[in-house]
């Protein structure tokens, strides 16, 4: 497989230099060749032909061919176009996204000027979730750098291409990542999810096409132009390729971001790169893919890490984002913290999420706190079936890591309900 | 800063281009709000409605939905606990309860002498430094208990 | 357009393109349950009830949201389907509350019904009800959010329906609730059409008026029409025991051309039957002191006081035909005036280039592509008509074009194209356009215009007259210009909104004449005010006057017989309305009524009065009247949009709404003090002012809830003029 070969660091291959975000040693270590070779090399055309050679699929948590979505959007014919990265990165447990930007901007902002040139997009915007806000600094910083050193503008590097580029800030709303509410946010609205379609490549910003692209996709893309589709197609698995960040955190010996082919199985991520359990405790749980991906036992953990894989496994990748619960945690616990975010970040729009999150972080309080009865564990499944029902992604996945901890965790909300309090719970 | 400065910025802001429509300006607007006033409060919102042509009522709408703007009067410093799942994991409600104890106040609730706020926050993306606080714009990863009376007397805590 | 065939429950229906599933659904009589939905209003896909499955996809879909494509299969009634709707009901369910028994909208609750057919049998809600307790009470609308489903009908009704974004949406996930900016309705600039209370399936937004009052189901629902204006809106009354509890519009089930769509008079303005000032009994002045009368004693001194005199008729125009036809029947059509002189006028000149006074109906401009709107302050005289041009854009898709002077917020939004000029450039402006349609290499040398005329070019054209067109000096020129203009379209139907319910009535059967040309010998008015109807008008020395009226108007005091008139709501019959014949409905029982008492006088031989007289044709557009001095502004008098006919002088509902007196000048017209002096011919009047950049310099609008006395002294001498009136300002 391909996942178990050591693979170079590339998308984080500048992230440990001195000052790694600066265009000096951006531009030093061979930065911008990528949008030199695009513009001068390049038609847009090829450059999606490219980037749709190189397999590459969002890596907001969708999995959309990164390719597909350029083509749609170079197609349609309505002016200006944006293009809009989404640094909105509010899954819990995901911080993937903040490590490019921060220490490796301009990688971000080539991506950008690419897809823009591709997509023949005029305006961009980073919508940066408001929560980052040395983020928001660096990221001002580099596109002044870029500006004076004419990478951003008019007439870029003596061509036709214009691009302007500004950071939005969000205010602290997870629902904002969802690409439709992400671009009423930007209009100035509430972050509310719009209907699909028309989707935003024909109807985005200002219903004009608009091409929303997650950080970390972009900053694969100067890897791609560099060195090509099709290297880029040969890393990871096949049919989702290429390097991907993931994110560990929980209880784990080395929480952080670790950068391995597109793929790689989950007991190797926690074991070996990210040192495995605190004090060599037992694993008990797993949630793979953010909070709302179903949750994994201690026996699903050699799946590999991508999105056919885990969804076979019943769960999801999602932001790759890896949480890591050992033996001394409550899964009830964990499961009503992760509901009660998603009640708070509920933007209210359609009721099976409004009312849903609402109910079962009541149904699984009422459990943690030594209230529940077993009707409670099928009523929280069957408000789980309904919220399937919700309008936008966040409903549809909010009931996953509550269902699946009853599913998968049954005895343990049995034991919360005959105990009459929870066995896990300090002092 | 006085209404009459902030409609002033707001001018200023609407000149930078940044946007092809008006009503775009509403997020970096508020934003100026919640960094100079201590609450966007309905004053605030009509300045903000009548620059940027915008209906009032979307005005508050906005303000109303975004977790980071304060529409009630927040103290000078706003104390973000995170006790999301990794955090809490780690300990993040203990350090919640704790600085509420040091503080004397309730989470959302403000000290009496307007210097801090805290919040029990979602996650913030600090998450390999379980438990995160941030206190304004700044952070501070891998929280101790006993290292915040320290964290707290750098913005000015007599205690 | 091509149809296709899409089979939804086993059934194959024919479907057009762009049309929801939810929508042939509906029209093949299948019924899918719906909150959020509502056939008015653009999807919103949030509640999630209309869940249905379609062959193919994982996810059920909700049909609200899902166009039809061909050959689509879809089920409406699997068990999939009902459990999840049952699903979603249990989760409205769950915190709504209870209060069934004491809530208004019980008996034609929305969610009491689809509950009840499609929720889940018992609830396994165990946690504690959660309350808002957030009760936000305006002047005539409340909102109680524990009721509220959080369908957004009332929001979406009010920013896009409406344009006006009253209501807005508080906090989010289960906290978020419905509101005004602040709480406060006023402030928003809610203007009342209550269509947001209509359209609330549950009983949240309440009629503050209606609240606690009666049950739905109990009530006599009289469909009826509204004559507070000539929008002519169709209407349901409700009453029990002979006593209005409410007015209704149902939008979306009303099949009147306004669709349901009330404005603050129609749906309000109802109560003005309970007014106060309501005339109770006839009165007759005997040594100079009104004293009160047996009605049979007023008939006698009125036959008495006619018979073989020459009447002076002042007829308002919101009677009914029936009722106007008794009235030329006794009095006569040949000296009489009215407050339909301005829309006579427009007529006439619209009759010397066609040939016809006939205008169109409403309805015809769903024929046009485009529509031109010509006039000002629609949204003041005539609010629902200016709403439904507003939709006619947003739903059918029309190209909305105005000719104006004055900004509109309604319609302003929406236009594809606007030429707002000069008052004085009105005609000329008009007549390049003429110019335009007749030949195509014209160019005026304004790009606006021609713009303008490019956007007509090939469409199917309907042309809109309204609002303050008909009080302007130039109405029988604009009337000449339009005909001309419409002769040189393609389509060409031209639609005058009437100003009053039954000017189109009152115009086509009396010879009307200015009041000064009057030569009578006893005056007879008829449901008019003078200040109001006949602003600047002396009645004309006369024997006698007669006054019917259904209030203590300032008439009174100088009349020599009162005899009291029903109100509309008291009427039966039918009027000559913007969308051709309408009818005019009643349960309640009335004590006095003017048909009755023109029953009993006589006939005169109306044989000898001509029924009209030739015309003389002019084959050519009207010609510019309106000039300007430097120094004088053209000034238009504008009855607010609550104060029209008086309606929140009588109506305590509206009154609480009502609006100010106020002048607004160009901030570059405006002296530096606080009040100015107006000045129009002899006339003078003392007034505060705001600035308004929305007003084009060299323009005044005065808006009034009511012309008082002042205000008609003031305007003495321009009946029936309210708009291109010359004036003066100094500072005061």
Known sequence: MAGRVKMEKLLLRNVDKENSHTIDVYLKNGGYQSLRKALKEMSPEDVVEEVKLSGLRGRGGAGFPTGLKWEFAAADVKEPKFFVCNADEGEPCTFKDRVIFEKDPHALIEGMLIGAYA??????????????????????????????????????????????????????????????????SLEGKRG???????????????????????????????????????????????????????????????PGVYELPMGTPLSEIIYEHAGGIVQDRKLKAVFPGGASSSVLTADEIDVPMDFPSLAKAGTMLGSGAIMVLDE?????????????????????????????????????????????SEEDLDVILSVSETMENSFCGLGMAAHNPVASSVRKFREEFLTHIELGRCPYRRG | MTLTEFREEVRKLKESNKYPELKSYLLPALWMAEKNFPAITHDVMRVVSEELSVPLVEVEEVARFYAMFHTEKKGKFVIRVCTNLSCMLRGGEEVLSELCRLLNVKPGETTPDGLFTVEEYECMGLCDGAPAVTVNEDRYTNVRLEELPEILRKYGWKG | ??????????????????????????????????????????????????????????????????????DMVVKTNTERVRRARAGVIELILNNHTLECPICDKSGECELQMTGFRHGPKKSRYKEPRREKDIVIQGPLIEIDNDRCILCRRCIRMCGENMGNRVLGILNRGYRAYISPFNGDFMESGCEHCGSCVDV?????????????????????????????????????????????????????????????????????????????????????????????????????????????????????????????????????????????????????GFEKVKGTRETDKFSSIYDADAVVVIGDFIEEINPVVSMLLRLAVLQKGKRLLRVGVFPSKKLDSVAFSKLLVDQTEIIDTLKHVILGMIDTSYSSGNRKIDTFIKSLRGKKVSFVVAGTVFFSPEAEEIGKTVAYLSDRVVG??????????????????????????????????????????????????????????????????????????????????TVDGVDGKLEVKTVLEKEFSLLEVLSQLPVRNTGAESKEAEVERVNEPGQRLLEREKGELLLTVLSNRTGWNSVSYYSKNVAGVAGERVLLLNPEDAPDSEMVKLKVGNGELLISFRKDSSIPK???????????????????????????????????
């Open chain 1, 328 to 372: 001394t945690d409550c899964i009830v616990r964990a499961a009503l913290r992760l509901i009660e975010f998603f009640r708070h970040e509920s933007c209210g729009k359609c009721t099976p999420c409004r009312e849903g999150t609402d109910w079962l972080v009541r149904l699984v309080r009422r459990i943690e706190e030594g209230e529940g």
């Open chain 3, 492 to 573: 060409g139907k031209v639609v005058a909104v009437p100003p009053k319910a039954n000017s189109l009535k009152v115009v086509n059967l009396f010879r009307l004449k200015h009041p000064e040309e009057l030569d009578g010998d006893v005056n007879v008015v008829v449901n008019g005010e003078l200040e109001r109807d006949f602003p600047g008008v002396e009645l004309p020395k006369a024997e006698f006057t007669v006054l019917f009226t259904p209030f203590y108007t300032p008439d009174v005091s100088g009349a020599d017989l009162v005899i009291p008139v029903e109100v509309w709501l008291e009427k039966n019959g």
């Open chain 1, 119 to 184: 997509t023949g997009c005029r305006y961009g915007y980073i919508y940066l979730r408001g929560e980052y806000p040395i983020g928001r600094k660096i990221l001002e910083r580099a596109i002044g750098e870029a500006y004076e050193k004419g990478f951003l503008g008019e007439n870029i590097l003596g061509t036709d291409f214009s691009f302007d580029l500004y950071v939005h800030s969000g205010a602290g709303a997870y629902i904002c990542g969802e690409e439709t509410a992400l671009i009423e």
């Open chain 3, 1 to 70: 357009m091509e149809s296709f065939k899409v089979v939804i429950d086993g059934k194959e229906c024919e479907a057009y393109p762009g049309e929801t599933v939810l929508e042939v659904a509906e029209r093949n009589g299948i019924t899918i349950p719906v909150f959020c939905y509502h056939r008015e209003l653009r999807p919103e896909g949030a509640c999630r009830v209309c869940l249905v499955e379609v062959e193919g996809a994982p996810r059920l879909v909700t049909a609200c949201t899902l166009k039809a494509m061909p």
């Open chain 3, 698 to 732: 060299g323009h005044a609008v005065l808006r009034v809830e009511r012309f008082t006395r002042d205000v008609s002294e003031f305007l003495r001498g321009q009946f029936p003029n309210l708009s291109g009136i010359r004036c003066q300002i100094a500072e005061a």
């Open chain 1, 192 to 254: 509310e999810p719009r209907i699909k379609p028309p989707f935003p490549v024909n109807a985005g910003y200002l219903w004009k096409p608009t091409v929303v692209n997650n950080v970390e996709t972009l900053a694969n893309i100067p890897l791609i132009i560099e060195r090509g589709g099709k290297w880029y197609s040969g890393i990871g698995s096949p049919d989702c390729p290429g390097p991907k960040l993931y994110p560990v955190s929980g209880k784990v010996k080395r």
């Open chain 3, 200 to 348: 609330c399936p549950v009983g949240s937004l309440l009629d503050r008026a209606f609240k606690y009052k009666d049950r739905p189901w109990r009530m006599d629902k009289t469909w009826t029409t509204c004559l507070f204006c000539g929008s002519g809106c169709k209407v349901e009354i409700d009453s029990y025991h002979g006593k209005v509890k409410r007015a209704v519009g149902r939008i979306g089930i009303n099949d009147g051309h306004n669709r349901g769509y009330l404005c603050v008079r129609g749906k309000w303005g109802w109560d003005v039957i309970y007014s106060d000032k309501r005339l109770k009994e006839p009165l007759l002045r005997v040594d100079g002191e009104l004293r009160r009368i047996l009605l049979e004693e007023a008939l006698k001194v009125l036959k008495e006081k006619i018979e073989g005199r020459k009447i002076n008729l002042f007829l308002e125009s919101s009677l009914t035909n029936e009722e106007l036809e008794k009235i030329a029947a006794v009095f006569g059509t040949e000296n009489a005036t009215s407050d339909s002189l301005g829309f006579y006028n427009f007529l006439k």
